[in-house]
Each structure stands twice: as structure tokens, then as C-alpha cells.
């Protein structure tokens, strides 16, 4: 009943940039938190970054002060801005996020994953 769809993983040369993007769509009465996981190859998924539907943020201490997370609520989309990317960001991104559906039930959700490779 919830789709998420991501876009704008790619390959990118370190120190570059690149913004993920995530749309929830669905029977969506209200969308609470919002984050990004990611999972490289042999690694379990580990949290990127969230944002509550205050906007308050927190983020993995591996990416503090190279990404960010915003959302617009008017579109139900969560973003990631990545920048100075290095090696150790390549990993499949997932998109998660958690609310109240219209028939007033809980759900959480993931996206497909997109896939962020970042070249030395």
C-alpha cells in the first residue's frame, strides 16, 4: 500500500556529490520518520541518516558533516545530499521510511535500493 521509489544513485569520482532522492506514495495519512540505509557488499545494512517529521536529524558518525538529510513534506520525499564521497560510501542506499496509513494502521516501509559506487 506504500511505495517508495528512489533515484540519483550513479558512480561518481571521489570528493564528488551526488543526491539521492525518495518518494513515498500510497495510502499515506501521515509519514513520521524518514531515513537512509545503505549495505555494502558483505556488510550488514547500517543507518545512514534520519530525520523525524520535526525535521530534527541524526546521522551515522561516518558521514557527520559530509551529508545531509531534508525532506519535503508537501511531497512526502526524503532527500540525501552526499558530498566529498569517498570509496568507503559504496554500498546499495535504501530508503525507509514509517507513518499511519488511511485505515488508521501503522506501517514501515523500504525502498528498492539504488546502487552509489564511488571510484578512487
Known amino acids: 500500500q506504500v511505495q517508495l521509489v528512489e533515484s540519483g544513485g550513479g558512480l561518481v569520482q571521489a570528493g564528488g556529490s551526488l543526491r539521492l532522492s525518495c518518494a513515498a506514495s500510497g495510502s499515506i495519512v501521515r509519514l513520521n520518520a524518514m531515513g537512509w540505509y545503505r549495505q555494502a557488499p558483505g556488510k550488514r545494512r547500517e543507518l545512514v541518516a534520519i530525520?523525524?517529521?520535526?525535521?530534527?536529524?541524526n546521522y551515522a558518525d561516518a558521514v557527520k558533516g559530509r551529508f545531509t538529510i531534508s525532506r519535503d513534506n508537501a511531497k512526502n520525499t526524503v532527500y540525501l545530499q552526499m558530498n566529498s564521497l569517498k570509496p568507503e560510501d559504496t554500498a546499495v542506499y535504501y530508503c525507509?521510511?514509517?507513518?499511519?496509513?488511511?485505515?488508521?494502521?501503522?506501517?514501515?516501509?523500504w525502498g528498492q535500493g539504488t546502487l552509489v559506487t564511488v571510484s578512487s
Open positions: 530525520i523525524t517529521s520535526g525535521s530534527t536529524t
Open positions: 525507509n521510511a514509517a507513518g499511519v496509513l488511511t485505515d488508521h494502521r501503522s506501517f514501515e516501509s
